[in-house]
């Protein structure tokens, strides 16, 4: 079965410091997203890509976060200068089609210290 | 955005028990997901319902549609512990947005 990867599954990082998380989406899938999950709470929507550009984006996702798609098949989450606060499971989905079934993947724990 | 209240939040079952979970829309949607998510783990698309009564069947998962479209429910049959995570509705079209979901634990 196809799946999404996402590296490395567990970050720790020095408050400041500069992350980038790294997805593999399924290959022949074309939207993009990432979400995040603070410890205890639900899942929150960050952004989403087509297309080679934001599509959509949260109040979360302010001026320190940033997505790229470097090649044909890696989609980043940079976080510029991590506060404790950015702590939480990072989560990167896609969809082959908008209103298609979502796939997740594993997650990346992100731990600010 | 389309809004949807779920309830249960929590619901605790013994082992083999009925479970079911209610999604209730003040609006007609177009269609609506079914995602799970278990402890520590990840969420995973469980159902699409897009059609007016639709019911859908996965082993003991069982899946409606309401009539007007505007609500949905998701029955487990005979709990087991592998049932256990949160359960999630959908409504939207372009992204999957994560309302508190409904908990369920089961009490082996």
């Known amino acids: 079965e196809p799946e999404v990867t996402q590296t490395p599954s567990h970050q720790v990082t020095q408050m400041g410091q500069e992350v980038i998380l790294r997805c593999v989406p399924i290959?022949?899938?074309?939207?993009f997203y990432w979400y995040r999950q603070i410890l205890g709470q639900k899942v929150e929507f960050l952004v989403s890509?087509?297309?080679?550009?934001?599509?959509?984006k949260s109040e979360i996702f302010d001026d320190q976060f940033s997505v790229e798609r470097p090649d044909g098949s890696n989609f980043t989450l940079k976080i510029r200068s991590t506060k404790l606060e950015d702590s939480a499971m990072y989560f990167c989905?896609?969809?082959?089609?908008?209103?298609?079934?979502?796939?997740f993947g594993q997650g990346t724990r992100l731990t600010v210290v | 955005g389309q809004q949807v209240m779920q309830i249960p939040q929590y619901q605790h079952v013994q082992e083999g028990e009925d479970f079911t979970t209610y999604c209730n829309s003040s609006t007609t949607l177009s269609n609506i997901q079914w995602y799970k998510q278990r402890p520590g783990g990840h969420p995973v698309f469980l159902i699409q319902?897009?059609?007016?009564?639709e019911v859908k069947k996965q082993k003991r998962l069982t899946f409606q549609f309401g009539e007007a479209k505007k609500n949905s429910s998701l029955h487990i049959t005979a709990t087991q512990t592998t049932d256990v995570g949160t359960y999630f509705c959908d409504p939207t079209y372009d992204k999957v947005i994560f309302g508190p979901g409904t908990s369920l634990s089961v009490i082996p």
């Open positions: 890509f087509y297309n080679n550009e934001i599509s959509e």
């Open positions: 290959s022949n899938h074309l939207y």
């Open positions: 319902l897009v059609k007016s009564g």
């Open positions: 989905a896609s969809t082959q089609s908008t209103n298609t079934e979502a796939f």
